[in-house]
């Protein structure tokens, strides 16, 4: 991904845009740090400004630091609040120069002014300098005891600030004690509620390595204290109510006489503005009657009035968050917002993400009674102008109508969205009449004559087109035109890049043939013969398959290919109940908007190592050497670094060479056949009945050849150069420029698996055969790396992403090169070596 342009705006009298101007601001400060004159004050402000206004815009301004400190000695708080903040911009960077803050700060640290004083211990524990931290005990500890109820506020956080810079230094202190006497006895809420969650925090952390932490963490669950939080309840911010709520709903309540008096304290919290208090409180309520069936059941009929409130009340990114929320109650218990279903139309002025939420609520609470009214609104969607609406609309009937809710309503609407005559609108119902047959094969006769109507050439999406040829060959005997519709796809098999569409153009032609054999014969030895030969792996082999499945036995092939259907009654849910339950035990969190638990996209082994872009400018170059390999950038596993995603999984697979060890027919575009020779390799004793069978089949599709062809002339072998050197940008130059060459899946040896220990063995192996390694990353079992060859005679270089799975002993290459005529060639070469790793 290049970087984004740099955008040329104007600067304001506020804003210094130059080195230059940041000089004049240092010079203008330094006159300005020791006057005492009438209006100093305010001049400082407006230098003050100037300098945030930079920092923020991203100009460097840490050479005015002196001079800020200086400016600092002043009563005017406002100049304190822009004096703190650059300092605690700058200081983390720049520990030399956070020194020189100490004094004044901790002179502000006993300010008659609270204000001042709290500022200056929020900045001082903010500096997270580690040489430093003796310098912050002596401030808390003054802070904790402050008469001023704002500075206990700051100080409880900052004993969680110093945690983090270093545990055992404010372990040693003591300060734990002392935040939880606050917790407990003092008179602002706000200092309780910052104290509650610095010891949840520090105490969660340190249960691991101490039981008298641990313990101390289980007494946050006590009785008594959760009780002292809720009759404080109302006293509390609506942040720190958030804080509490969370806490109670981990509390297990005695008996079912505590848990009423607990839900009848709170549900006053259920009718509040702030969205976050009322989901923490539906939260605890959830969790609160788990065990109780009924309540369970009215706690939902309860929270559902609050829910659609905030919908509707707050803005787009609110109403999403909430209505996660709400899809995820839907999915537990459709039956109950049955009857709410109109608050789920979707607004004309409303985001995209919300309306396809919207769209999945309805599918849901869809049933015998509002199925009507919800389809035709769906209906009227499908006309939308908005192109992924109108998709998702469609699919939203198609999934009503797998629920098996009004189905001869829905069907005769799908039908006549085929009739819209616009291309996504087709090709969305094609896919859902597919499957509708799948369920509903009654229905075939209606369909079919409608789907009989459409031209193959007007469908485009690989999806539709796979649906419409499943059609053709499921109903080959119904539909006339179906094997001349099948042959002339045939013939254009080389302009079909898609492999889901010529898996299914195989499989549907041998459908055909076995309902009307002289009619397709022709269409079955063409797709058998393009089938064999094509570069992706499961069209080859699928192909193979049949061939040798006719060889053998038609009677066989018949049974195998075609057997007698049955109805599918339910189509698999993309979640399992397991995630669900998960993901609901996790309410009120990102989870609910992600739709997935959160392990999911915070632990580093479930987030992957093929979540990353394709910029090579984010590598950190950090070369470790080893001895005789040119040393290698490392990248963590990240989800800002290098490593693919899914869809270039695909794109790899849907364009890899197969790499088979069988001779595959020769296909140029005429649909020239193999020879038997070429093909037939069955694992089964060849009888005179059996070859005879198979010499039969190939007269019948046309597949014998007369004469084996004449091999091709050798290729001329590939040389490297064994001293190759590419700086690292002009890797990264390079592998922008240069289109992929080629991208396919490989293997590699169990034995290479069991060499790769670590990456530097591969690096090392590979280097042996002149191919380099610039950069690799990942961790077990999916490592990344980055290699780069040269030709000996030419300056021509050859560059190649490599995915290692270990696990399955999978390979995935992407080889781009400045000579494309090559490639092929140091495929082979490159494959060469690698299959040799952990032989020698």
């Not at 959760?226 to 006293?235: A, G, Q």
């Not at 079912?256 to 259920?270: G, V």
């Not at 670094?641 to 020769?666: C, Q, V």
Request: aromatic content about 8%.
């Amino acid at each position: 991904m290049a970087p984004p342009a740099q955008t040329h705006r104007s600067p304001s009298p506020s804003q210094p845009s130059g080195k230059g101007e940041v000089s004049d601001l240092k010079m203008q400060l330094r006159q300005l740090a020791g006057s005492r004159a009438p209006g100093t004050d305010d001049a400082k402000r407006e230098l003050f400004k100037k300098v945030i206004s930079c920092m923020t815009i991203g100009i460097d301004v840490s050479s005015v630091f002196s001079e800020m400190v200086m400016c600092s000695a002043t009563s005017d708080i406002v100049l304190k609040k822009m004096c703190y903040l650059y300092v605690g911009n700058y200081a983390k960077n720049n520990p030399e120069l956070a020194l020189l803050t100490i004094n004044f700060l901790q002179k502000d640290c006993k300010d008659e002014d609270p204000m001042i004083r709290g500022l200056a211990l929020r900045s001082l524990c903010s500096l997270r300098v580690t040489n430093l931290v003796e310098y912050l005990v002596g401030p808390l500890g003054l802070g904790l005891k402050d008469s001023n109820s704002y500075v206990r506020t700051v100080a409880a956080i900052g004993v969680l600030k110093l945690y983090h810079i270093s545990a055992s230094t404010c372990m040693d202190a003591d300060f734990l004690v002392t935040l939880k006497h606050l917790m407990l006895n003092d008179r602002d809420a706000q200092v309780v509620a910052n104290c509650l969650c610095s010891l949840q925090e520090i105490w969660g952390l340190e249960a691991t390595k101490s039981e008298e932490a641990s313990t101390e963490r289980e007494t946050l669950l006590s009785k008594p204290l959760i009780y002292y939080l809720l009759n404080r309840f109302k006293e509390f911010s609506e942040w720190a109510q958030c804080v509490v709520l969370d806490l109670v709903s981990k509390y297990v309540p005695a008996d079912n006489n505590e848990i009423f008096d607990m839900m009848n304290l709170l549900e006053d919290r259920l009718q509040h503005a702030n969205g976050a208090v009322v989901l923490a409180t539906i939260k605890l309520f959830l969790q609160l009657t788990l065990s109780m069936a009924d309540i369970h059941q009215q706690v939902y009929e309860r929270i559902k009035a609050p829910l659609l409130t905030l919908v509707s009340s707050g803005g787009p990114e609110q109403s999403y968050a909430v209505l996660s929320h709400l899809h995820l109650l839907v999915m537990r218990a459709p039956y109950i917002f049955s009857a709410d279903y109109k608050h789920f139309y979707c607004q004309y002025n409303e985001p995209f993400y919300v309306k396809k939420l919207k769209l999945e609520m309805l599918t849901a609470v869809a049933n015998e009674s509002n199925t009507y009214e919800i389809v035709t609104e769906l209906c009227e969607y499908a006309a939308n102008v908005d192109i992924p609406m109108a998709r998702e609309s469609i699919r939203a009937v198609g999934k009503i109508a797998l629920q098996q809710y009004d189905v001869n309503a829905i069907v005769d609407r799908l039908l006549q969205f085929l009739e819209m005559e616009k291309d996504h609108v087709t090709a969305e119902t094609l896919v859902l009449v597919k499957d509708l047959l799948r369920k509903y094969p009654q229905w075939s006769h209606d369909c079919i004559a409608v789907v009989g109507n459409i031209s193959s050439k007007t469908v485009q999406e690989p999806k539709a087109k796979a649906a419409l040829i499943w059609m053709l060959g499921e109903y080959a005997q119904d539909m006339q035109d179906a094997p001349y519709i099948l042959e002339s796809l045939v013939e254009n098999w080389e302009e079909e890049h898609s492999a889901e569409v010529r898996l299914h153009l195989l499989t549907a032609v041998v459908k055909c043939f076995f309902r009307r054999p002289p009619e397709t014969q022709k269409a079955l030895g063409a797709v058998l013969a393009a089938g064999v030969n094509d570069f992706h792996q499961d069209v080859h082999d699928r192909a193979l398959l049949y061939y040798r499945l006719l060889q053998y036995n038609v009677s066989v092939a018949e049974r195998v290919v075609n057997p007698p259907k049955q109805a599918v009654s339910v189509f698999a849910d993309t979640q399992s109940n397991e995630i669900k339950d998960r993901i609901f035990d996790e309410f009120n969190s990102l989870s609910v908007v992600y739709q997935k638990p959160s392990y999911m996209f915070t632990d580093k082994e479930h987030r992957g190592p093929f979540a990353f872009s394709e910029e090579i400018g984010n590598l950190s170059i950090g070369a470790e050497s080893t001895d005789n390999v040119v040393p290698a950038q490392r990248i963590e596993a990240n989800d800002k670094d290098l490593l693919l995603s899914t869809s270039d999984k695909e794109e790899s697979k849907g364009s890899s060479h197969n790499g088979s060890a069988y001779s595959a027919p020769g296909y140029d575009g005429s649909l020239a056949a193999p020879s038997q020779t070429d093909l037939v390799s069955l694992d089964y004793k060849s009888t005179p009945s059996v070859a005879s069978a198979a010499s039969a089949i190939d007269d019948l599709l046309g597949l014998g050849l007369p004469a084996a062809a004449s091999p091709p002339p050798p290729r001329p072998v590939l040389k490297l150069n064994t001293k190759a050197v590419l700086a690292p940008n002009t890797f990264q130059q390079k592998w922008r420029q240069l289109p992929i060459s080629i991208s396919q899946e490989t293997t590699i040896s169990p034995q290479g698996v069991a060499a790769m220990t670590t990456p530097q063995a591969l690096i090392r192996h590979m280097q042996g055969h002149s191919i380099h390694c610039i950069a690799s990353g990942g961790q077990a079992p999916n490592f990344k790396f980055f290699f780069y060859a040269q030709k000996a005679e030419e300056p021509s270089t050859y560059l190649v992403e490599c995915i290692v799975n270990s696990s399955s002993c999978k390979v995935q290459l992407k080889i781009k090169a400045d000579d494309q005529s090559t490639s092929q060639a140091f495929s082979e070469l490159f494959q060469s070596a690698l299959s040799k790793f952990g032989f020698s």
